[in-house]
T-cell receptor, first 118, second 113 residues
Framework: EPEVTQTPSHQVTQMGQEVILRCVPI?????FYWYRQILGQKVEFLVS????????KSEIFDDQFSVERPDGSNFTLKIRSTKLEDSAMYFC????????????????FGPGTRLTVT | RKEVEQDPGPFNVPEGATVAFNCTYS??????FFWYRQDCRKEPKLLMS???SGNEDGRFTAQLNRASQYISLLIRDSKLSDSATYLC??????????????FGGGTRVLVKP
């Protein structure tokens, strides 16, 4: 069964450093997402990406964050200058193309990258 | 008011018993809903979509009540492996560019022998 993969599984970085989290979505999916979950809190939407551009982003996704699909398989989340409060689990998700307007297909999540900012 | 609200639990359930719990959502325009399951420090895994007429998948039954803006999940014949946090998720379609999920805080279920 195809699945979303993410690397690394755990990233430790110092405050102010740049990090890049990588994801390989399911191969026939065209919509890509990043979510985060701070320990003990709920999963929060960060950004959605379709057709090589951001389709929606949340208030959390400020100028420090960026996303990219550098090739046909990877989808990355970059945090330019990490803060202590960026420590969280970051989940990538993907969903397939909806042939009908208003019909949404389920999102499938990767195993996550645990980011620890010290 | 929180967008998606759930009783955090835990619901302590004897093995073999039935457990049910609800989730309320604030946006009356919400169109689609899901239940995800999350094990400790793992990713959310899709359990089932929730359709207007309600739907069943094995031991799991989901119901949607649009008038009262809540959805429910019922688990019959609970197994030890059902112990997890169950996430209520409301979906918002982003024009024609995918969808955005809003998660509840989760309901923790502990099935005990």
């Amino acid at each position: 069964e195809p699945e979303v993969t993410q690397t690394p599984s755990h990233q430790v970085t110092q405050m102010g450093q740049e990090v890049i989290l990588r994801c390989v979505p399911i191969s026939n999916h065209l919509y890509f997402y990043w979510y985060r979950q701070i320990l003990g809190q709920k999963v929060e939407f960060l950004v959605s990406f379709y057709n090589n551009e951001i389709s929606e982003k949340s208030e959390i996704f400020d100028d420090q964050f960026s996303v990219e699909r550098p090739d046909g398989s990877n989808f990355t989340l970059k945090i330019r200058s990490t803060k202590l409060e960026d420590s969280a689990m970051y989940f990538c998700a993907s969903s397939r193309l909806s042939p009908l307007a208003g019909i949404s297909y389920e999102q499938y999540f990767g195993p996550g990258t645990r980011l620890t900012v010290t | 008011r929180k967008e998606v609200e759930q009783d955090p639990g835990p619901f302590n359930v004897p093995e073999g018993a039935t457990v049910a719990f609800n989730c309320t959502y604030s946006n009356s325009a919400s169109q689609s809903f899901f239940w995800y399951r999350q094990d400790c420090r793992k990713e959310p895994k899709l359990l089932m979509s929730v359709y207007s007429s309600g739907n069943e998948d094995g031991r799991f039954t989901a119901q949607l009540n649009r008038a009262s803006q809540y959805i429910s999940l019922l688990i019959r014949d609970s197994k030890l492996s059902d112990s997890a946090t169950y996430l209520c998720v409301v979906n918002e379609v982003i024009k024609a560019a995918g969808n955005k999920l809003t998660f509840g805080g989760g309901t923790r279920v502990l099935v005990k022998p």
